[in-house]
């Protein structure tokens, strides 16, 4: 490691010289025995640790910091990191001038200490004044493939993507609702690694690349979302999709409740997919062995256990200025290679106050017109296909979220009661029937609006942030 010739300063105020940084950063290599390498950006502590044998740890094992005081380095690091478990690798992304960039990347070797580390470092006051974010880190490996002929099977798909771009282990296609022999004009490619995705997503830029003559849309998908396994020990809903429209929740029930009579609480459908309640979960996971793959109506259904709401939701996390700045979130923002965040945009004359804090107050969306010339080519396509930032309302958002989610849409109440000066005032109760944890949730904002336009729109802030 070369000598730094700038001064930092250290939690307590004093000056630390790049000597001092570079004895302090060699004295904690010395007693760890870990390597540190710096190279593109960021430099890497471990991976592997001393004596590791064997392939890295899995996916779920890396967590974000974020908001690290930018005159902090690896020897204040590590050992407040170290208390939740055995540190695999330490990524610390660093300035040309030698200050880190305010953010690092931690892997575990357990999935387990990944989670400890976000349960007791989330929020952490690392200095005095200075808090920490931590959250679980996506290392993305699966692309968003748009605009694909819907005549198209799977194995056409995987056997294309596979000639134009390197690594691809599987795609994911659906079923379009109404016609089960045609694909939804999307699908998903799977990548051996992160590295391969984010190649094959440079290779397939949109406008210089076409297949089958179509120019396709390319960008990376949103993660799944991760559930602890504690949590999922827990469920007991089932989530079935690729029904037929014309199915109905009797015929669902009464499918279901064959290999055990009575075991079915309730279901709620939602045109192609429904949620299946049932009152124990012993019954649920033995209803998904063996219902998943049978056919209902002439559809042949997919069945998985349904995942529950997070409450420290990746929402929440994106107001507190937690998420990485390389990683993507439930909420379906595009990827912020850019460090740039996407906004819910609230309507610039809603101006609210939800729980004592201000509503996100997002840029303007820029909103423009371009001609449409006749001839001009249009393809069909659902908005949920869409980015986030295609939406200027909450409204819009918070039903993009339920569907990325696989939950029931919405469903809006209206309630009304009168002012004192006489003007009739409106709120709206938000109903997400289909939140996988067994029953009903329920979100009302705590102010009224005297337009209904503004009270729809109050109603979906309100509950995006309180999921």
Known sequence: M????????????????????????LALMEKTGYSMVQENGQRKFGGPPPGWEGPPPPRGCEVFVGKIPRDMYEDELVPVFERAGKIYEFRLMMEFSGENRGYAFVMYTTKEEAQLAIRILNNYEIRPGKFIGVCVSLDNCRLFIG????????????????????????VIVYPNATDKTKNRGFAF?????HRAAAMARRRLIPGTFQLWGHTIQVDWAD????VDEETMQ???????RNLMISTTEDTIKA??????????ERVKKLRDYAFVHFFNREDAVAAMSVMNGKCIDGASIEVTLAKPV???STWRQHLNGQISPSSENL??????EDGHQKSLGKAASLSVRLNGQHSPNPPEIERCTYPFFPGTKLTPISMYSLKSSHFSSAVMHLDYYCNKNNWAPPEYYLYSTTSQDGKILLVYKIVIPSIANGSQSYFMPDKLCSTLEDAKELAAQFTLLHL
């Open 310 to 312: 997070n409450k420290e």
């Open 234 to 240: 827990r469920v007991k809903v089932l989530y079935v």
């Open 147 to 170: 605009a694909i002929p819907k005549e198209k099977k799977k194995e056409e798909i995987l056997d294309e993507m596979k000639k134009v771009t390197e690594g691809v282990v599987d």
């Open 255 to 264: 499918e279901f409740n064959k290999f055990k009579p009575g075991v079915v």
């Open 223 to 226: 993660p799944e979302k991760e």
């Open 331 to 336: 909420l379906g923002f595009p990827n912020k």
């Open 189 to 193: 490619v799977e990548y051996e690694s």
């Open 2 to 25: 070369h000598e730094e010739s700038i001064d930092v300063t250290n939690g307590c105020g004093k000056v630390r010289s790049g000597t001092q940084n570079e004895a302090a950063l």
